[in-house]
């Protein structure tokens, strides 16, 4: 019996994840802590996202568009900074739109938000699964809250309640809308889930079992002051009743625990500016500085349906112009073609065949020599013509050679005359 090829299944590559993709890139100059907010955001969306994309400077938002289609990105995040300092953020839904334009008020990277905490709970495994979208303060009976809010809906994949499992939920993205302020809170956490009714004592046992040589009985290592007041029990809002088993000593099924959330940056305070029809052009929707009548939109849609009509003229004219130049190019090419090749040597076995199946039987060899030699001769003549140098003749020697051929031309007569008589 053959001995099978034993295939290796590559379990520990992190699969990618089917739902929306994104670009994350820059639009030009941002500085360094421009780039590193870049990579931040990044790092918040992925594994849906082109982690090691490099941008250079002459990409246009056409190139990233065509390339959209081809490895499934839904949505377009362009960070740029503006000639007073400011960061601005758009969001673009390729390849038709539309383009919500923000300006980040302030931020605060990654790298600083840890620093500032006591404790992070981060693993490997953190970003192996899209982060969970939670939204509030939006009012949807605004036509650009609604807008919104199905943008960002759309940025990320969609969660089945009853098909969900808990432990692919370890991350959210808080998204808070400030009505006094007009701004929104972008908050990035990870979340944990601990056993209610557990104090400090226990939770150690059930992590690691702790040195008891000092102690006479287990009741003195749970009464010793391992527990206070600042690790008190969680309160009722934030505990739940589990579904499903949890990772984590203590998280069964039924069971309760308590929701914590760690986080883990960026911070981001988001100011909405506009709201455009395409990508980066096209009608304005909404704009937050400049209000305008129905007659100026109308005028306004008008005149840019105006400009798509004339660029599709433009485009067309074009396009029969290259086409074109094309055939000229390859009639000019067939003439040179014509021009530069062989052409047929002449020969004699040719006119011989012809004369054959015209009169039915073969020439005369003196036709053939008469032949032979008038096309000879017609063919040399034309290949090698002869220079004639013209040289002006001396006055004094001149009327010397006029009469030296007189005579012999006198005698020639004369010479024949003798020989016809």
Same mark, same amino acid.
């Given at each position: 019996?053959?001995?099978?090829?034993?295939?290796?299944?590559?379990?520990?590559?992190?699969?990618?994840?089917?739902?929306?993709?994104?670009?994350? +890139?820059?639009?030009?100059?941002?500085?360094?802590?421009?780039?590193?907010?870049?990579?931040?955001?990044?790092?918040?969306?992925?594994?849906?996202?082109?982690?090691?994309?490099?941008?250079?400077?002459?990409?246009?938002?056409?190139?990233?568009?065509?390339?959209?289609?081809?490895?499934?990105?839904?949505?377009?995040?362009?960070?740029?900074?503006?000639?007073? *300092?400011? +960061?601005?953020?758009?969001?673009?839904?390729?390849?038709?739109?539309?383009?919500?334009?923000?300006?980040?008020?302030? %931020?605060?990277?990654?790298?600083?938000?840890?620093?500032?905490?006591?404790?992070?709970?981060?693993?490997?495994?953190?970003? /192996?699964?899209?982060?969970?979208?939670?939204?509030?303060?939006?009012?949807?009976?605004?036509?650009?809250?609604?807008?919104?809010?199905?943008?960002?809906?759309?940025?990320?994949?969609?969660?089945?309640?009853?098909?969900?499992?808990?432990?692919?939920?370890?991350?959210?993205?808080?998204?808070? %809308?400030?009505?006094?302020?007009?701004?929104?809170?972008?908050?990035?956490?990870?979340?944990?889930?601990?056993?209610?009714?557990?104090?400090?004592?226990?939770?150690?046992?059930?992590?690691? +079992?702790?040195?008891?040589?000092? %102690?006479?009985?287990?009741?003195?290592?749970?009464?010793?002051?391992?527990?206070?007041?600042?690790?008190?029990?969680?309160?009722?809002?934030?505990?739940?009743?589990?579904?499903?088993?949890?990772? *984590?000593?203590?998280?069964?099924?039924?069971?309760?625990?308590?929701?914590?959330?760690?986080?883990?940056?960026?911070?981001?305070?988001?100011?909405?500016?506009?709201?455009?029809?395409?990508?980066?052009?096209?009608?304005?929707?909404?704009?937050?500085? +400049?209000?305008?009548?129905?007659?100026?939109?109308?005028?306004?849609?008008?005149?840019?349906?105006?400009?798509?009509?004339?660029? /599709?003229?433009?485009?067309?004219?074009?396009?029969?112009?290259?086409?074109?130049?094309?055939?000229?190019?390859?009639?000019?090419?067939?003439?040179?073609?014509?021009?530069?090749?062989?052409?047929?040597?002449?020969?004699?076995?040719?006119?011989?065949?012809?004369?054959?199946? /015209?009169?039915?039987?073969?020439?005369?060899?003196?036709?053939?020599?008469?032949?032979?030699?008038?096309?000879?001769?017609?063919?040399?003549?034309?290949?090698?013509?002869?220079?004639?140098?013209?040289?002006?003749?001396?006055?004094?020697?001149?009327?010397?050679?006029?009469?030296?051929?007189?005579?012999?031309?006198?005698?020639?007569?004369?010479?024949?005359?003798?020989?016809?008589?």
């Amino acid at each position: 019996m053959v001995k099978q090829k034993r295939k290796k299944k590559r379990t520990h590559l992190v699969q990618e994840e089917d739902g929306p993709h994104t670009f994350v +890139v820059n639009k030009g100059k941002l500085g360094k802590s421009g780039l590193n907010l870049m990579l931040d955001i990044r790092k918040c969306l992925e594994p849906l996202t082109a982690r090691n994309l490099k941008a250079r400077k002459y990409n246009k938002i056409k190139d990233y568009i065509h390339v959209s289609a081809q490895f499934g990105v839904s949505h377009l995040l362009l960070l740029s900074k503006s000639m007073l *300092g400011y +960061v601005n953020l758009r969001v673009c839904k390729v390849p038709r739109g539309p383009t919500l334009s923000f300006r980040i008020s302030s %931020y605060m990277l990654l790298k600083d938000v840890v620093s500032s905490l006591k404790r992070t709970k981060t693993h490997q495994h953190t970003h /192996e699964s899209a982060p969970l979208l939670i939204m509030n303060g939006f009012d949807e009976s605004l036509p650009h809250h609604k807008l919104l809010t199905t943008t960002f809906q759309n940025m990320l994949p969609a969660v089945n309640v009853k098909t969900v499992k808990l432990n692919s939920i370890k991350r959210c993205l808080l998204l808070n %809308y400030s009505s006094d302020s007009d701004t929104i809170e972008l908050r990035h956490y990870s979340i944990s889930a601990t056993p209610v009714g557990v104090n400090k004592a226990v939770k150690k046992l059930l992590k690691k +079992v702790p040195d008891l040589s000092r %102690y006479s009985d287990i009741s003195e290592f749970l009464t010793n002051g391992y527990f206070s007041e600042s690790d008190g029990e969680d309160g009722p809002e934030n505990q739940v009743e589990l579904p499903q088993n949890l990772s *984590g000593r203590g998280n069964l099924k039924s069971n309760r625990s308590a929701v914590r959330l760690t986080e883990l940056g960026p911070r981001l305070t988001l100011k909405l500016v506009k709201i455009q029809d395409g990508v980066g052009e096209g009608e304005v929707l909404y704009h937050s500085h +400049v209000k305008k009548t129905p007659e100026e939109k109308k005028k306004l849609r008008e005149r840019i349906q105006k400009q798509k009509a004339l660029k /599709e003229k433009r485009k067309k004219e074009q396009q029969k112009n290259v086409e074109r130049k094309k055939k000229e190019r390859q009639v000019e090419t067939s003439k040179k073609r014509k021009r530069s090749a062989p052409k047929e040597e002449y020969s004699d076995d040719d006119d011989v065949q012809y004369y054959k199946d /015209e009169i039915g039987e073969m020439p005369d060899a003196e036709l053939l020599l008469k032949s032979k030699r008038t096309k000879r001769s017609e063919n040399y003549s034309k290949s090698h013509t002869k220079k004639v140098k013209f040289i002006e003749p001396d006055s004094s020697t001149l009327k010397t050679k006029i009469e030296h051929t007189k005579s012999s031309n006198v005698k020639g007569i004369a010479i024949r005359r003798k020989k016809s008589a």
